[in-house]
């Protein structure tokens, strides 16, 4: 099972949060975020995962909820493959705005260590089932 972070989600934008889902873009083989809210018009992307439609505007978040199959003590996360997440957070971290990566995962998913390289990005913070922790990384952001 994967953690629900359509939960979260639906609390956030009913509590009035502006609240968005990626979107893959497949002219720029990108992940982008789009707008949403329950009722969002949603079509299912690459595989069959739903997201926003065209319609929908892009927006550039500041907390960015990112789903794994493992992390480890330093905050590196095991993602499905495609890199749209490591790729997305190094370009909003690189375009200087703040950006919070929040993995979301069950504490069982944790391991000893996740193989990474230089293009792997680190998360700030883990919540799970137990609670939430934040992790020393290279990016860590101080909240203010």
């Known amino acids: 099972d994967e953690f629900d972070d359509m939960a979260i989600l639906r609390r956030m934008s009913l509590a009035g949060y502006l609240c968005a889902l990626p979107y893959v873009d497949k002219k720029r083989h990108v992940l982008v975020f789009r707008e949403w809210q329950p009722g969002t018009a949603m079509i299912a992307g690459p595989f069959q995962i739903p997201e926003p439609t065209e319609a929908a505007p892009e927006v550039t978040p500041s907390i960015l909820l990112t789903p794994l ?8 996360r095991l993602g499905y493959g495609g890199g749209y997440y490591d790729g997305a957070l ?5 375009a200087g705005g703040p950006v919070l990566a929040v993995g979301t995962a069950f504490t069982e998913q944790m391991v000893e260590r996740v193989p990474h390289t230089a293009k792997d990005e680190q998360l700030d913070w883990i919540v799970t089932e137990r609670g939430a922790m934040p992790f020393e990384s290279k990016n860590s952001q101080e909240s203010e």
Do not use: E, H
Request: hydrophobic share 60%; no cysteine.
């Open 90 to 94: 190094a370009a909003l971290r690189a």
């Open 69 to 76: 199959l493992a992390y480890d003590s330093a905050g590196f």
